[in-house]
């Protein structure tokens, strides 16, 4: 049994066991960096937002050996647990006024992704492409949102730089940046015990030195955007005392590591490279080279070949 029989099997399944008004069927999104991604998407009649859930690991327990039925009643707890009980009111997407305080960004590479930006606004740093969504809701397990393109633009009548003003303004709020020792990072993936959660850039704890940081946001989820909040890495370079790399670890974090712990730039942009080939999906991934910010100048640049871009 290969991916595809195995989702077509649960959404055969799932629809002997759901309500009447709920279907399940499988669902291709697609994903950053051009790739696309199958799963199952659980549907009540109705309601126009649905979670759509991914069964790679759910997958691999099957074929070792995991009976289906005990799959398909782990999937309809998860179903249970998230339902969307409550409609998206989609007129109130039509007027930008109602979505303002909700507008936020990611980033993304340009290049990996030009297909995506042309149907979308962005705004384009070196090499990396910052994109705008609404965020309708989030909490540790996930977020609701929408992306938004050129054709809400024309609706709205507004421009990209509007878009951008009020996603500075909202990330701080809705989606706040955190920076933590790579020891926290590890600690807290282990769900290791911590008295209190460790953010530098609130505590600003000089004492607190590691040879690597990390920088994301609350969710952990598409946080190296916070790359581009205001003033962080600005706070960082003054908490370090020093210039430091940006070693781009996927979409979701940045890895932090000051000049004076650093190698060269070179063998820097190659440890971004074997992380991106062993330890991120294809999807995760953001750039394939360090970063270096530079505290005087207060800019962020590309290191790649030992030259600054």
Request: aromatic fraction near 8%; charge should be negative.
């Amino acid at each position: 049994m290969d991916y595809q029989e195995f989702l077509c099997a649960i959404e055969r399944e799932l629809n002997k066991r759901l309500k009447e008004g709920v279907q399940a069927s499988v669902y291709t999104a697609r994903k950053n960096n051009g790739s696309e991604k199958q799963g199952i998407m659980i549907k009540a009649e109705g309601v126009n937002a649905a979670p759509a859930i991914y069964l790679e690991e759910l997958f691999e327990r099957v074929l070792k050996g995991e009976r289906m039925e005990l799959v398909v009643e782990e999937i309809l707890d998860f179903y249970k647990g998230v339902e969307c009980c409550g409609v998206w009111d989609c007129s109130q997407f039509q007027k930008y006024e109602n979505i303002r305080e909700r507008v936020v960004f990611r980033v993304i590479h340009t290049d990996k992704n030009k297909k995506l930006l042309e149907c979308i606004p962005y705004t384009e740093v070196l090499d990396l492409a910052i994109v705008f969504y609404v965020l309708l809701e989030q909490d540790m397990n996930g977020t609701a949102s929408i992306q938004i393109s050129n054709e809400h633009l024309k609706m709205w009548g507004i421009q990209k730089e509007e878009l951008y003003r009020a996603a500075l303004r909202n990330v701080a709020k809705l989606l706040p940046a955190e920076f933590f020792t790579m020891r926290h990072a590890i600690e807290e993936m282990l769900e290791a015990d911590s008295d209190e959660k460790e953010n530098l850039l609130e505590i600003g704890e000089d004492e607190k030195q590691d040879v690597m940081y990390v920088l994301t946001n609350s969710l952990r989820n598409y946080g190296a955007a916070c790359l581009f909040y205001p003033h962080v890495l600005e706070m960082v370079g003054e908490m370090l005392k020093e210039d430091y790399y940006v070693l781009p670890s996927s979409v979701h974090e940045v890895i932090i590591v000051p000049e004076s712990k650093a190698l060269d730039a070179d063998e820097m942009s190659e440890m971004v490279v074997e992380i991106n080939e062993t330890q991120v999906e294809p999807e995760e991934v953001l750039s394939d080279h360090a970063y270096f910010y530079q505290r005087d100048s207060k800019k962020l640049m590309a290191r790649r070949n030992g030259m600054t871009v």
